[in-house]
């Protein structure tokens, strides 16, 4: 029997994280996946928001990871009357010009190359990975979890598995660590996949979602709460259209999906005037695929209490529930829930202890997550339901804005806030790598092509007419802010900590300003236009400036 | 061998997946809520029990597993490399 420090089940956008980590501490590492390309198995990801990336692993901060574009905010269709064409529009959480689109509010990934990315990185720090491998059971001795069986009838120790096999959590469910969900809280997510030439996405889309909310007797989204309503992602050459809804309603009656799902999907793409002119004309369907994922876990008392760890193992992502019931996006959850589990992993290994009562430390620090903890719990996505319910559009119009417009950071904040004072206060010099990042990914999205059918082009840049100047003005600058921040660190690090108890009021400071921000915003929409020749400016400098210029300084990029 | 619907392009499905769902009869109410909730038409009723129509077009959600309220029926992941696979999601 092949014996192991630590055996991680799954190779999806946590697995890696927490495999990378325990390998680079020394401990020999087994990641198990079951396709047999990593990646070909996940279907959802798309849009992966900034914390991710900021607060996330180290390694893909600091990296290169394959993106399809940058998005620069959500304009939510609030759709009164789709006959008519009587259409609300929320556009306020968008990235102004001349940031947008270099300042991203995050990224829209294909989950197979990027999946495959992370676990390439894995791999290169050591973790040995085996596809094409499901494990069926976990192997107990005594009630503590020792290792897996696979498939193929192997059996594997460990002396500590992290388990990122995903919502569905069948190793979990059947070695008795947590029940499984029940229908009300699971959502099914129906993707469709358009090919789309790139100057129409960019022409329709530019680098912004689109979101649209509607009545259920209108037939054209999921009952208002227990699902999304639509929303539609543009990435490079492509369109992804998602209609999501939860597989029993509240009274625990199971919906007719597929002829609901048919029925939605026909409705919209021919009866609403923007899909029906601008899109339809230009798109071509590639792919339709679907997912289930636990969109309201955290949102239920009982089932965020379940346990995410036992003797000797340890739940990451959407294995633990930790699905962000309100952007809908499980990333960022995956990546900081794999970082802790891998930080625990290795304390408990050091230590040699892996009981539950040792493992203990992972639920705390997942509790103590500002931003896990924000994403999982935030009610807007329920609110919904109660608008569905008195058909109020006043309440409509308020959820959607405070859940995906400008009114999202009255109630993200504080959790935003303190995550940046907690990183900075645990590494200042993070300062610098979060102001690289953005530039260095957008240069990524103009160059870095890939090719999914395994391979990836080379990026095929003109260097005849680099910006020198600006680019050794911008190196120095770098430098410089490096230099202030090593050489202030105990000041920031002691201002961070002291500044800490303050994120709690961001919240409330926001509610009173947002208004303001609101009435500014709008002015600058207007002023935007003659800002253009500014955007294109800085979008020029990026495409042309040597990306060592945004490189991390630190080793460990990708 | 690999398999291709029209229904669900960009998907393909590699053979050798096997049985990895099972209705265990004596408990299926027929109750139907695998049916309404399959988008790959892998269930039908018949006898008043649900039966496993089609496995071939089934992309592993589990949605039949959560929505059974009789847990009747038995989900396993196909075995390694073999059941669907997309570069799209």
């Not at chain 1, 290994?349 to 994403?375: C, E, K, N, T």
């Not at chain 2, 077009?57 to 696979?85: H, K, L």
Request: with cysteine; aromatic share 10%.
């Amino acid at each position: 029997m092949k014996e192991y420090d630590v055996v991680v089940i799954g190779a999806g956008f946590g697995g890696p994280v927490a495999a990378k980590k325990c390998a680079e501490a020394g401990f020999r590492t087994l990641m198990l996946e079951r396709s047999a390309r990593v990646g070909e198995k996940v279907i959802s990801g798309l849009t992966i928001p900034f914390y991710g990336f900021l607060f996330g692993p180290a390694f893909i901060r600091d990296g290169n990871p394959p993106i399809e574009r940058p998005v620069d905010g959500i304009i939510n269709y609030i759709i009164k009357d789709i006959e008519a064409g009587d259409i609300e529009i929320d556009d306020s959480l968008r990235i102004p010009r001349p940031l947008s689109p270099i300042l991203a509010f995050g990224y829209n990934a294909y989950c197979r190359p990027f999946c495959q990315w992370e676990a390439e990185k894995a791999v290169e720090s050591g973790v040995e990975l085996r596809t094409s491998t499901t494990v069926v059971e976990l192997l107990k001795e005594d009630g503590r979890v020792v290792g897996v069986k696979t498939d193929k009838g192997e059996e594997i120790r460990a002396r500590l598995v992290i388990d990122g096999e995903g919502s569905q959590g069948l190793l979990a469910v059947g070695a008795g660590i947590r029940e499984k969900y029940p229908p009300e809280v699971i959502s099914l997510a129906d993707v469709y996949d358009y090919e789309m030439a790139k100057e129409d996405v960019d022409e329709v889309f530019g680098y912004t979602l689109r979101f649209c909310w509607g009545w259920d007797e209108q037939r054209i989204a999921p009952p208002l709460g227990h699902g999304n309503g639509l929303m539609v992602w543009p990435y490079r050459e492509s369109v992804h259209f998602c209609q999501d809804q939860c597989l029993a309603m509240d009274d625990g009656k199971v919906p007719n999906l597929r002829k609901l799902f048919e029925e939605y999907h026909r409705n919209l793409t021919s009866g609403l005037p923007w899909w029906r002119e601008e899109i339809a004309p230009r798109a071509r369907l590639r792919a339709r695929v679907f997912e289930n994922f636990e969109i309201f876990v955290g949102l239920n008392e009982r089932l965020r209490a379940m346990p995410n760890h036992a003797d000797g193992i340890i739940l990451i992502g959407d294995a633990a529930g930790l699905e962000s019931t309100e952007l809908c996006d499980g990333v960022p959850a995956a990546w900081f829930s794999a970082d802790i589990a891998a930080d625990v992993a290795i304390e408990a290994l050091r230590a040699g202890d892996v009981s539950a009562s040792f493992l203990s430390r992972y639920d705390q620090r997942v509790r103590a997550h500002p931003i896990i903890q924000w994403s999982i719990t935030a009610p807007h996505r329920y609110n919904l339901r109660f608008a569905q319910e008195h058909h109020s559009l006043e309440e409509l119009r308020r959820y959607v804005h405070d859940g995906w417009g400008l009114g999202g950071f009255a109630f993200m904040s504080s959790a935003l806030v303190k995550m940046i004072l907690q990183a900075i206060r645990e590494d200042p010099m993070i300062i610098t790598s979060w102001l690289r990042m953005f530039p260095r990914y957008y240069y990524n999205w103009l160059y870095e092509r890939y090719d999914y059918s395994g391979g990836r082009g080379e990026p095929a840049r003109d260097h005849s007419r680099e910006p020198r100047v600006a680019q050794a003005v911008l190196r120095a600058g770098f430098k410089l802010m490096d230099s202030a921040l090593a050489l202030g660190a105990p000041l920031v690090k002691a201002a961070a900590g002291l500044l800490e108890p303050v994120a709690r009021f961001a919240n409330p400071a926001m509610k009173v300003l947002l208004p303001g921000i609101e009435a500014l915003m709008r002015g600058w929409k207007k002023v935007e236009p003659a800002l253009a020749p500014l955007s294109d400016r800085m979008i020029d400098f990026v495409g042309r400036a040597d990306p060592a210029v945004f490189a991390a300084p630190r080793k460990g990029g990708g | 061998m690999t398999r291709t619907y029209e229904e669900f392009p960009g998907v393909e499905w590699v053979e050798g997946a096997g049985q990895f769902i099972r209705v265990i009869e004596e408990r299926c109410s027929g109750c139907a809520n695998c049916v309404k909730v399959c988008l790959a038409d892998c269930y039908e009723i018949s006898g008043k029990k649900a039966r496993i129509r089609d496995l071939d077009r089934c992309m592993e959600c589990a949605s039949c597993w959560y929505v059974c309220p009789e847990d009747a029926i038995a989900f396993s992941w196909p075995p390694g490399g073999t059941g669907f696979r997309t570069d799209w999601g």
